[in-house]
């Protein structure tokens, strides 16, 4: 079946643009999560969805980013006003709880770079 | 607040040798989760390999399998006879299992270099 899938692959913004970046997580997967991971780093946290609900969002790093699953499917993490330091990959990632425990399912990611 | 360390930034290893990456993290939680996932270049991340804390038993996956010290805070993985496909980078991550808790933690990495 189809994975998780994130679009636009690569985003050039001039600082000072808004951005907005597009997660199709796994048909059926109640739990999204969002992810920063700059150059030669891990994974952050950014924020968490469930269904619908933002129910975490202590990641995000100020009041430029949002992020929002209306209809508990899609996701889209917005980014304001653009900085330098915004340059990172976006990771998306959708979940499934089994008998084993949660299994996180990432998507490709979109490289962002602001100039 | 929990914290992961991944003290090796790059290992190497022989095809068909057995290799350990390291991983230690800091908690005050007694339950919990830890994983150890996969991210080869310019795909996407999966997961390796899962382990409860309050399991004693130390999980396995086929060629992969963990060593967990809950005392000493450590989440070692094994890799048994290499394969040129395993080269990537490992990250090492924790989640907490207490109720209205989702973030996953994240060690910065170790990339893996498989010599055939």
């Known amino acids: 079946g189809a994975g998780v899938s994130q679009s636009p692959r690569y985003k050039v913004a001039k600082r000072g643009q808004d951005v907005a970046l597009r997660c199709d997580p796994i048909?059926?997967?109640?739990?999204l999560f969002w992810y920063q991971q700059a150059l030669g780093q891990g994974p952050e946290f950014l924020t968490y969805?469930?269904?619908?609900?933002?129910?975490?969002k202590s990641g995000l790093p100020s009041d430029r980013f949002f992020a929002e699953r209306p209809e508990g499917s899609v996701s889209t993490l917005k980014i304001q006003r653009t900085q330098q330091e915004d340059s990172a990959v976006y990771l998306c990632a959708s979940s499934i709880w089994t008998a084993k425990g949660e299994t996180q399912y990432f998507g490709p990611g979109t490289r962002l770079l602001v100039l | 607040a929990q914290t992961v360390t991944q003290s090796q930034p790059e290992m190497s290893v022989q095809e068909a040798e057995t290799v350990t990456l390291s991983c230690t993290y800091d908690?005050?939680?007694?339950?919990?989760?830890l994983f150890w996932y996969k991210q080869p270049p310019s795909r996407q991340m999966i997961l390796v390999i899962r382990?409860?804390?309050?399991?004693?038993q130390n999980a396995t996956e086929n060629r992969f399998s963990v060593n967990f010290q809950k005392a000493a805070k450590s989440f070692s993985l094994k890799i048994s006879d290499s394969q040129l496909g395993d080269a990537a980078m490992y990250f090492c991550?924790?989640?907490?299992?207490?109720?209205?808790?989702?973030?996953?933690?994240f060690g910065t990495g170790t990339r893996l270099k498989v010599l055939a």
């Open positions: 969805f469930q269904n619908e609900a933002q129910l975490d």
């Open positions: 382990q409860e804390a309050y399991k004693q």
């Open positions: 991550a924790y989640r907490s299992a207490e109720l209205g808790t989702y973030k996953y933690i």
């Open positions: 908690t005050s939680e007694s339950d919990y989760y």
């Open positions: 048909s059926g997967h109640v739990s």
